[in-house]
């Protein structure tokens, strides 16, 4: 099998479905000719043309307002957004429209696309080009919201995406598009949407992270295990929304001590949801009160500041002491 970064997997998946799937065109800012602002669409112009693998103006309200038109009418747009951050600028479009018309046409209607949106700190970026946005899509009935956490497991998520019948919301982080490369094989490969996977298994803490944090959680269950002698489980949620609670509760029952890892702020966050879900299917195996290692609610920092907000393996090293001598 062929070692792959998170760039190159993704473009294989998209690759391998317009090959398969003639319906499925991508629309976005530099994402024919010049290849993607991080070059996931490299070479797809020149291979399906630019009937198939469209530039659009710099106005992101119009690239997701086209797509829903196109899907409406069968086609299957993947949608790039350069920066998560952006993407404000098309809110509208997927809530008003894009989440809404198989509800509003009681399911004569369907969406069919992919949003992929570049996200995440760690590539000491300007203003708007390093949030955490998640819980803004996850909170959206109507959407799937998915984050993978490496070559791999993106690949397969994003044909599972491209062959989803409703929208899906789909975020890379910056900062894993170069970090490693996993073993890809050159069959075509798709993961269930809506199902975490433990990644880890482990007896004494729980620890719960998605996207860049993955690598966070497992240099820190790594320093508990050698310092402390703590063995960790881990578990890689994948899909925001839904959420995969059978997985979340059956951790929570076997180790008693639970700890989320997320680079959203805090406050109203994803690990809210992951807190509650817990709580109500899991609270009289608790062992301690569950805790959150997330970013500060305050606006992303630029530069070299970012490191200050992002959470990192000291910070949920010293959190999971706290929970585990509760």
Known sequence: MARLNMVKALNLALLQEMERDD?????????????????VTEDLHRKFGG???IDSPLAEAGIIGT?????????KPVCEIQFSGFAFQCFHQIENHAARYRTRTQGRLTVPMVIRMPFGGGARALEHHSESEEQFYAHIPGLKMVIPSGPRNGRALLVSALRDPDPVIFFEHKALYHAAKDEVPEESETMPLGRAVVDREGRDLTVIGWGGMMRVAREAADTLHAEDGISVELIDLLTIAPLDAQTLIASAQKTGRILIVHEAPKSFGPGAEVVASIMEGAFLSLEAPIRRVTA?????????????????AARVVAVARETLAY
Do not use: C, S
């Open 51 to 53: 009937k198939r693998v």
């Open 296 to 312: 500060y609610d305050v606006p992303f920092p630029g530069f070299a500041r970012e490191k200050a907000n992002v959470p990192d």
């Open 67 to 75: 797509a829903v038109g196109m899907a409406l009418y069968g086609l």
């Open 23 to 39: 319906d499925i065109v991508i629309i976005g800012e530099d994402v024919g000719v010049d290849g993607g602002v991080f070059r």
